[in-house]
Protein backbone atom coordinates (compact mmCIF):
# COMPACT_ATOMS: atom_id res chain seq x y z
CA UNK A 1 0.00 0.00 0.00
CA UNK A 2 1.23 3.40 -0.65
CA UNK A 3 0.71 6.36 1.12
CA UNK A 4 -0.79 9.52 -0.36
CA UNK A 5 1.54 12.45 -1.21
CA UNK A 6 1.73 15.97 0.08
CA UNK A 7 2.89 17.92 -2.65
CA UNK A 8 5.44 21.27 -2.39
CA UNK A 9 3.72 24.14 -0.95
CA UNK A 10 2.72 26.88 -3.31
CA UNK A 11 4.67 29.93 -1.80
CA UNK A 12 3.22 32.33 -3.61
CA UNK A 13 0.16 32.78 -1.16
CA UNK A 14 -0.47 34.94 1.65
CA UNK A 15 2.93 34.81 3.47
CA UNK A 16 2.96 36.54 7.47
CA UNK A 17 4.24 39.69 7.33
CA UNK A 18 7.99 39.78 8.61
CA UNK A 19 9.03 42.08 11.94
CA UNK A 20 12.32 43.23 11.55
CA UNK A 21 14.20 43.96 14.84
CA UNK A 22 16.91 45.08 15.33
CA UNK A 23 18.34 45.67 19.09
CA UNK A 24 20.33 44.24 22.24
CA UNK A 25 19.83 40.22 20.83
CA UNK A 26 20.69 37.12 22.63
CA UNK A 27 22.51 34.91 20.78
CA UNK A 28 25.46 32.42 20.13
CA UNK A 29 28.10 33.40 17.56
CA UNK A 30 29.41 31.38 14.57
CA UNK A 31 32.41 29.58 16.18
CA UNK A 32 30.04 26.87 18.30
CA UNK A 33 29.57 25.44 15.37
CA UNK A 34 32.84 23.65 15.74
CA UNK A 35 31.33 21.91 17.96
CA UNK A 36 29.07 19.49 15.85
CA UNK A 37 31.35 20.51 12.55
CA UNK A 38 35.03 19.04 14.36
CA UNK A 39 32.28 15.26 15.42
CA UNK A 40 31.63 14.88 11.87
CA UNK A 41 34.81 15.63 9.50
CA UNK A 42 36.91 13.10 11.32
CA UNK A 43 40.22 13.90 9.70
CA UNK A 44 39.84 17.88 10.11
CA UNK A 45 40.90 20.18 13.09
CA UNK A 46 39.58 23.68 13.57
CA UNK A 47 41.98 26.07 15.30
CA UNK A 48 40.33 29.06 16.17
CA UNK A 49 42.26 32.41 16.31
CA UNK A 50 41.00 34.43 19.23
CA UNK A 51 40.98 35.58 22.64
CA UNK A 52 40.55 34.34 25.79
CA UNK A 53 36.58 34.57 25.31
CA UNK A 54 36.09 32.26 22.53
CA UNK A 55 38.38 29.55 24.44
CA UNK A 56 36.08 30.23 27.18
CA UNK A 57 32.95 29.90 25.22
CA UNK A 58 33.93 26.55 23.54
CA UNK A 59 34.90 25.33 26.48
CA UNK A 60 31.09 25.82 28.17
CA UNK A 61 29.46 25.25 24.96
CA UNK A 62 31.66 21.89 24.16
CA UNK A 63 31.15 20.81 27.60
CA UNK A 64 32.49 17.26 28.90
CA UNK A 65 33.92 16.99 25.13
CA UNK A 66 37.15 19.37 26.56
CA UNK A 67 37.94 15.83 28.12
CA UNK A 68 38.27 13.81 25.05
CA UNK A 69 41.44 15.77 23.15
CA UNK A 70 38.77 16.85 20.81
CA UNK A 71 39.63 18.63 16.95
CA UNK A 72 39.77 21.78 17.67
CA UNK A 73 41.64 24.31 19.94
CA UNK A 74 42.11 28.09 20.12
CA UNK A 75 45.12 30.19 19.52
CA UNK A 76 44.95 32.93 21.79
CA UNK A 77 45.92 36.34 20.76
CA UNK A 78 47.78 37.92 23.45
CA UNK A 79 48.41 41.63 24.15
CA UNK A 80 51.61 41.69 22.07
CA UNK A 81 49.81 40.60 19.68
CA UNK A 82 46.96 43.31 19.38
CA UNK A 83 49.26 45.62 20.55
CA UNK A 84 51.08 44.72 16.99
CA UNK A 85 54.05 44.01 18.72
CA UNK A 86 54.55 40.38 16.87
CA UNK A 87 54.21 39.39 14.04
CA UNK A 88 50.80 37.71 13.72
CA UNK A 89 51.67 35.43 10.63
CA UNK A 90 55.00 34.12 12.59
CA UNK A 91 53.22 33.47 15.00
CA UNK A 92 50.63 31.24 13.64
CA UNK A 93 53.22 29.97 11.44
CA UNK A 94 54.46 28.22 14.70
CA UNK A 95 51.45 27.14 16.25
CA UNK A 96 50.31 25.37 13.45
CA UNK A 97 53.80 23.85 12.95
CA UNK A 98 53.86 22.36 16.70
CA UNK A 99 49.99 21.14 16.19
CA UNK A 100 50.92 19.72 12.73
CA UNK A 101 53.85 18.01 14.53
CA UNK A 102 51.21 16.24 17.54
CA UNK A 103 48.69 15.37 15.55
CA UNK A 104 49.91 13.95 11.86
CA UNK A 105 46.14 12.50 11.19
CA UNK A 106 45.11 15.76 10.36
CA UNK A 107 44.29 15.84 7.23
CA UNK A 108 42.69 19.54 6.45
CA UNK A 109 43.60 22.23 9.29
CA UNK A 110 40.25 25.36 8.89
CA UNK A 111 41.36 28.26 10.64
CA UNK A 112 38.63 30.26 12.56
CA UNK A 113 38.21 33.81 12.70
CA UNK A 114 37.00 35.48 15.66
CA UNK A 115 35.71 39.29 16.70
CA UNK A 116 39.55 39.76 17.71
CA UNK A 117 41.26 38.53 15.03
CA UNK A 118 38.40 40.64 12.37
CA UNK A 119 39.14 43.50 14.29
CA UNK A 120 42.75 43.43 14.09
CA UNK A 121 42.24 42.72 10.32
CA UNK A 122 43.91 39.72 10.51
CA UNK A 123 44.14 38.09 6.88
CA UNK A 124 43.41 34.29 7.86
CA UNK A 125 42.94 34.32 4.20
CA UNK A 126 46.42 34.81 3.11
CA UNK A 127 47.69 33.04 6.13
CA UNK A 128 45.65 29.78 4.87
CA UNK A 129 47.30 30.22 1.15
CA UNK A 130 50.53 30.33 2.83
CA UNK A 131 50.65 27.62 4.65
CA UNK A 132 48.45 25.24 1.86
CA UNK A 133 52.15 26.36 -0.08
CA UNK A 134 54.03 24.69 2.83
CA UNK A 135 51.56 21.52 4.09
CA UNK A 136 49.88 20.52 0.94
CA UNK A 137 48.93 17.70 -0.46
CA UNK A 138 49.45 16.31 3.05
CA UNK A 139 47.56 18.86 4.81
CA UNK A 140 44.98 21.39 3.30
CA UNK A 141 44.69 24.55 5.14
CA UNK A 142 41.21 26.90 4.34
CA UNK A 143 39.95 29.67 6.50
CA UNK A 144 36.62 30.86 7.64
CA UNK A 145 34.89 33.44 10.11
CA UNK A 146 32.67 32.23 12.74
CA UNK A 147 32.91 35.80 14.58
CA UNK A 148 30.36 36.98 16.41
CA UNK A 149 30.62 40.28 14.87
CA UNK A 150 30.17 38.61 11.29
CA UNK A 151 27.78 35.04 12.60
CA UNK A 152 25.28 33.69 14.41
CA UNK A 153 25.73 30.37 15.61
CA UNK A 154 24.70 28.20 12.26
CA UNK A 155 25.90 30.59 10.32
CA UNK A 156 29.52 29.29 11.32
CA UNK A 157 28.08 26.13 9.35
CA UNK A 158 27.54 28.30 6.67
CA UNK A 159 30.96 30.43 6.56
CA UNK A 160 32.64 26.59 6.75
CA UNK A 161 30.60 24.75 3.97
CA UNK A 162 31.06 27.88 1.57
CA UNK A 163 35.47 27.86 2.42
CA UNK A 164 34.71 24.23 1.46
CA UNK A 165 32.91 24.48 -1.95
CA UNK A 166 34.98 27.29 -3.08
CA UNK A 167 38.31 25.03 -1.77
CA UNK A 168 36.88 22.39 -4.18
CA UNK A 169 37.08 24.69 -7.15
CA UNK A 170 41.10 24.47 -7.03
CA UNK A 171 43.23 23.02 -9.32
CA UNK A 172 44.74 20.08 -7.62
CA UNK A 173 41.27 18.76 -5.93
CA UNK A 174 39.86 15.43 -7.38
CA UNK A 175 37.60 15.42 -9.73
CA UNK A 176 35.15 13.31 -9.11
CA UNK A 177 31.53 14.34 -10.61
CA UNK A 178 28.88 14.64 -8.34
CA UNK A 179 25.01 14.46 -9.43
CA UNK A 180 23.64 15.05 -6.24
CA UNK A 181 25.38 17.47 -3.18
CA UNK A 182 23.26 16.86 -0.16
CA UNK A 183 23.90 20.16 1.55
CA UNK A 184 24.31 20.92 5.44
CA UNK A 185 25.71 18.88 8.33
CA UNK A 186 24.66 15.60 9.19
CA UNK A 187 24.63 13.38 11.86
CA UNK A 188 26.26 10.27 10.44
CA UNK A 189 22.69 8.40 11.41
CA UNK A 190 20.60 10.65 9.59
CA UNK A 191 23.75 10.19 6.79
CA UNK A 192 23.03 6.76 6.11
CA UNK A 193 19.51 6.85 6.17
CA UNK A 194 19.01 9.54 3.63
CA UNK A 195 21.87 7.56 1.46
CA UNK A 196 19.53 4.05 1.53
CA UNK A 197 16.39 5.93 0.63
CA UNK A 198 17.49 8.14 -2.07
CA UNK A 199 19.72 4.74 -3.22
CA UNK A 200 16.55 2.86 -2.94
CA UNK A 201 15.10 5.46 -5.16
CA UNK A 202 18.06 5.03 -8.04
CA UNK A 203 19.80 7.81 -6.80
CA UNK A 204 23.11 6.27 -5.48
CA UNK A 205 25.62 9.01 -6.72
CA UNK A 206 25.40 11.49 -3.75
CA UNK A 207 27.93 13.72 -1.71
CA UNK A 208 27.44 15.18 1.24
CA UNK A 209 28.96 18.53 2.49
CA UNK A 210 30.58 17.66 4.81
CA UNK A 211 31.31 14.16 4.54
CA UNK A 212 33.05 12.66 7.12
CA UNK A 213 36.29 13.21 5.51
CA UNK A 214 37.84 16.22 4.38
CA UNK A 215 39.56 15.09 1.79
CA UNK A 216 37.32 12.85 -0.26
CA UNK A 217 36.81 15.72 -2.74
CA UNK A 218 33.86 17.58 -4.41
CA UNK A 219 33.60 18.58 -7.45
CA UNK A 220 30.84 20.48 -8.53
CA UNK A 221 29.78 21.88 -12.16
CA UNK A 222 26.32 22.45 -13.88
CA UNK A 223 25.26 18.94 -14.41
CA UNK A 224 25.37 19.03 -10.04
CA UNK A 225 21.98 19.56 -8.80
CA UNK A 226 22.02 20.35 -4.88
CA UNK A 227 19.57 20.79 -2.18
CA UNK A 228 20.06 22.10 1.20
CA UNK A 229 19.17 19.74 4.11
CA UNK A 230 19.52 22.56 6.91
CA UNK A 231 18.08 26.37 6.60
CA UNK A 232 21.09 28.09 7.27
CA UNK A 233 22.67 28.02 4.33
CA UNK A 234 22.81 31.32 2.30
CA UNK A 235 26.13 31.44 1.56
CA UNK A 236 26.68 27.99 0.87
CA UNK A 237 24.17 28.19 -1.68
CA UNK A 238 25.77 31.00 -3.28
CA UNK A 239 29.18 29.25 -3.42
CA UNK A 240 27.22 25.94 -5.72
CA UNK A 241 25.54 28.56 -7.78
CA UNK A 242 28.68 30.45 -8.37
CA UNK A 243 30.02 26.64 -9.74
CA UNK A 244 27.18 26.13 -11.53
CA UNK A 245 25.03 23.74 -9.21
CA UNK A 246 21.39 23.96 -9.38
CA UNK A 247 19.11 23.96 -6.21
CA UNK A 248 16.41 21.42 -5.93
CA UNK A 249 13.21 23.84 -3.97
CA UNK A 250 12.28 22.17 -1.05
CA UNK A 251 11.15 22.77 2.63
CA UNK A 252 13.65 21.10 4.74
CA UNK A 253 13.19 17.48 6.30
CA UNK A 254 12.01 18.07 9.55
CA UNK A 255 8.84 15.34 10.34
CA UNK A 256 7.05 13.20 8.33
CA UNK A 257 5.64 15.40 5.90
CA UNK A 258 8.77 17.86 5.95
CA UNK A 259 11.03 14.74 4.78
CA UNK A 260 8.15 13.86 2.57
CA UNK A 261 8.65 16.20 0.58
CA UNK A 262 12.29 16.70 0.67
CA UNK A 263 12.80 13.58 -0.84
CA UNK A 264 10.01 13.96 -3.39
CA UNK A 265 11.43 17.23 -4.46
CA UNK A 266 14.64 14.85 -5.08
CA UNK A 267 12.86 12.75 -6.72
CA UNK A 268 11.19 14.49 -8.89
CA UNK A 269 14.16 16.31 -10.05
CA UNK A 270 15.62 13.45 -11.27
CA UNK A 271 12.36 11.79 -12.80
CA UNK A 272 12.06 9.16 -10.13
CA UNK A 273 8.35 7.68 -10.56
CA UNK A 274 6.01 8.40 -7.93
CA UNK A 275 4.65 5.05 -7.59
CA UNK A 276 8.73 3.47 -7.09
CA UNK A 277 9.47 6.91 -4.51
CA UNK A 278 5.73 6.02 -2.59
CA UNK A 279 6.81 2.03 -2.12
CA UNK A 280 10.15 3.42 -0.95
CA UNK A 281 9.07 5.91 1.89
CA UNK A 282 5.59 4.43 2.62
CA UNK A 283 7.14 2.13 6.04
CA UNK A 284 9.80 4.74 7.14
CA UNK A 285 6.63 7.23 6.95
CA UNK A 286 4.45 5.33 8.68
CA UNK A 287 6.92 4.55 11.67
CA UNK A 288 7.64 8.17 11.40
CA UNK A 289 3.85 9.10 12.08
CA UNK A 290 3.20 6.47 14.80
CA UNK A 291 5.94 7.87 17.01
CA UNK A 292 4.68 11.12 16.01
CA UNK A 293 1.52 10.13 16.67
CA UNK A 294 2.75 9.33 20.62
CA UNK A 295 3.42 12.79 21.76
CA UNK A 296 -0.17 14.42 19.86
CA UNK A 297 -1.76 14.95 23.10
CA UNK A 298 1.39 16.72 24.85
CA UNK A 299 1.44 19.46 22.02
CA UNK A 300 -2.21 19.75 20.26
CA UNK A 301 -3.64 23.26 20.78
CA UNK A 302 -0.38 24.29 22.85
CA UNK A 303 0.64 28.01 22.24
CA UNK A 304 4.21 28.20 21.38
CA UNK A 305 6.56 30.60 21.13
CA UNK A 306 10.24 30.61 19.63
CA UNK A 307 13.22 33.59 20.25
CA UNK A 308 15.67 33.48 17.69
CA UNK A 309 18.80 31.19 17.56
CA UNK A 310 19.53 28.91 15.15
CA UNK A 311 17.51 29.60 12.18
CA UNK A 312 15.19 26.06 12.15
CA UNK A 313 12.49 28.06 13.78
CA UNK A 314 10.51 28.05 10.92
CA UNK A 315 10.95 24.41 10.17
CA UNK A 316 10.27 23.55 13.70
CA UNK A 317 6.76 25.83 13.52
CA UNK A 318 5.69 24.04 10.50
CA UNK A 319 6.27 20.74 11.79
CA UNK A 320 4.75 21.34 15.35
CA UNK A 321 1.93 23.30 13.06
CA UNK A 322 1.51 20.66 10.71
CA UNK A 323 2.29 17.28 12.44
CA UNK A 324 1.24 17.68 15.92
CA UNK A 325 -1.36 20.39 15.97
CA UNK A 326 0.48 23.22 17.60
CA UNK A 327 -0.80 26.61 18.08
CA UNK A 328 2.20 28.76 17.14
CA UNK A 329 2.41 32.26 18.17
CA UNK A 330 5.69 34.14 17.45
CA UNK A 331 8.71 32.29 15.32
CA UNK A 332 11.82 34.44 16.06
CA UNK A 333 14.86 33.74 13.88
CA UNK A 334 18.50 35.60 14.11
CA UNK A 335 18.13 35.70 9.80
CA UNK A 336 15.42 34.47 7.52
CA UNK A 337 16.42 33.65 4.18
CA UNK A 338 13.57 34.12 1.91
CA UNK A 339 14.23 32.46 -0.79
CA UNK A 340 15.27 29.25 1.20
CA UNK A 341 12.58 29.42 3.59
CA UNK A 342 9.65 30.53 1.60
CA UNK A 343 8.17 27.12 1.78
CA UNK A 344 8.07 26.68 5.71
CA UNK A 345 6.69 30.44 6.28
CA UNK A 346 3.53 29.49 3.83
CA UNK A 347 2.83 26.56 6.27
CA UNK A 348 2.74 28.63 8.98
CA UNK A 349 -1.16 29.24 10.59
CA UNK A 350 -2.52 32.30 9.68
CA UNK A 351 -1.90 35.29 12.47
CA UNK A 352 1.31 33.77 13.18
CA UNK A 353 4.33 36.66 14.09
CA UNK A 354 7.26 36.31 11.95
CA UNK A 355 10.45 38.20 13.44
CA UNK A 356 13.82 38.77 12.03
CA UNK A 357 16.66 39.92 14.31
CA UNK A 358 15.90 40.81 17.86
CA UNK A 359 15.30 43.54 20.65
CA UNK A 360 15.10 40.94 23.44
CA UNK A 361 13.39 43.33 25.61
CA UNK A 362 10.49 44.06 23.53
CA UNK A 363 10.14 39.95 22.83
CA UNK A 364 10.27 39.25 26.20
CA UNK A 365 7.33 41.77 26.65
CA UNK A 366 5.19 39.92 23.40
CA UNK A 367 6.36 36.72 25.11
CA UNK A 368 4.63 37.71 28.69
CA UNK A 369 1.54 39.19 26.57
CA UNK A 370 1.28 36.00 24.70
CA UNK A 371 1.57 33.59 27.93
CA UNK A 372 2.99 31.12 26.03
CA UNK A 373 2.41 27.14 26.82
CA UNK A 374 6.37 26.40 26.02
CA UNK A 375 8.54 29.18 24.68
CA UNK A 376 11.28 27.71 23.16
CA UNK A 377 14.57 30.02 23.76
CA UNK A 378 18.46 29.68 24.54
CA UNK A 379 19.78 29.20 27.86
CA UNK A 380 20.30 32.86 28.95
CA UNK A 381 16.42 33.30 28.87
CA UNK A 382 15.46 29.92 30.08
CA UNK A 383 16.02 29.94 33.25
CA UNK A 384 15.05 33.43 34.09
CA UNK A 385 11.74 32.33 32.43
CA UNK A 386 11.09 29.32 34.28
CA UNK A 387 11.38 31.45 37.23
CA UNK A 388 8.61 33.20 36.09
CA UNK A 389 7.06 30.00 36.64
CA UNK A 390 6.55 29.65 32.63
CA UNK A 391 7.48 26.29 30.69
CA UNK A 392 11.04 26.40 28.22
CA UNK A 393 12.79 24.40 25.85
CA UNK A 394 16.37 24.93 25.34
CA UNK A 395 16.81 25.82 21.94
CA UNK A 396 20.77 24.43 21.31
CA UNK A 397 19.85 20.86 21.48
CA UNK A 398 18.03 21.06 18.38
CA UNK A 399 21.33 21.99 16.77
CA UNK A 400 23.06 19.14 18.74
CA UNK A 401 20.47 16.43 18.12
CA UNK A 402 19.86 14.22 14.91
CA UNK A 403 16.44 15.62 14.53
CA UNK A 404 16.13 15.07 10.67
CA UNK A 405 14.86 12.92 9.00
CA UNK A 406 11.66 9.88 9.30
CA UNK A 407 13.58 7.71 12.19
CA UNK A 408 13.90 11.32 14.47
CA UNK A 409 10.54 12.65 13.18
CA UNK A 410 9.39 11.21 17.05
CA UNK A 411 12.34 12.44 18.87
CA UNK A 412 12.04 15.79 17.68
CA UNK A 413 8.34 15.87 18.99
CA UNK A 414 9.92 14.48 22.31
CA UNK A 415 12.41 17.24 22.60
CA UNK A 416 9.07 19.63 22.93
CA UNK A 417 7.23 17.30 25.24
CA UNK A 418 9.63 16.67 27.51
CA UNK A 419 9.47 20.07 29.69
CA UNK A 420 5.48 19.84 28.79
CA UNK A 421 5.88 16.14 30.58
CA UNK A 422 8.21 16.86 33.27
CA UNK A 423 6.32 20.06 34.59
CA UNK A 424 2.65 17.92 34.58
CA UNK A 425 5.31 15.16 36.92
CA UNK A 426 6.66 17.75 39.12
CA UNK A 427 3.28 20.16 39.62
CA UNK A 428 0.63 17.29 38.41
CA UNK A 429 -1.45 20.27 36.99
CA UNK A 430 -2.04 19.76 33.21
CA UNK A 431 0.66 21.35 30.66
CA UNK A 432 -0.92 24.71 29.70
CA UNK A 433 -0.61 25.98 33.77
CA UNK A 434 -0.99 29.60 33.67
CA UNK A 435 2.42 31.53 33.90
CA UNK A 436 2.57 33.17 37.30
CA UNK A 437 2.88 36.80 36.85
S1 LIG B 1 34.24 35.18 18.26
FE1 LIG B 1 33.58 37.07 19.21
S2 LIG B 1 31.54 36.63 20.04
FE2 LIG B 1 32.53 34.65 19.62
S3 LIG B 1 33.50 34.11 21.57
FE3 LIG B 1 35.06 35.15 20.35
S4 LIG B 1 34.92 37.29 21.00
FE4 LIG B 1 33.04 36.28 21.68
Known sequence: ??????????????????????????????LTSIIWLHRKLQDAFFLIVGSRTCAHLMQSA???????????????????????????????????????????DIRMLVLVGSCPSEVIKLDLGRAAGRLNGHYAPRCRVIAYSGSGIETTFTQGEDNFLAALVADAAKPAAPKARARLVVAGCLADVVEDQFQRLLAAMGIDDVVFLPGRSATAGLAIGPETRYVLAQP?????????????????????????????????????????????????????????????DHYRGWLAGKKIFFFPDSQLEPSLARYLHQELDADIVEVGSPYLHREHVAGEIALLPPGVIVSEGQDVDRQIDRCHAAAPDLIVCGLGLANPFEAEGRITKWSIEFAFTPILGYEQAGDLAELFARPLMRNHTLTGRPANVEAAE
Do not use: N
Open 232 to 292: YLGATAQALDARGARRIDAIFPLGSEGTTAWLWAIAAAFGIDRDRFDAVVAQPRKRARQAI
Open 1 to 30: MTTPMIDLPSTACASPPVVRERGQHEVFCG
Open 62 to 104: AGVMIFSEPRFATAIMEERDLAGMADMHDELDQVVARLLVRRP
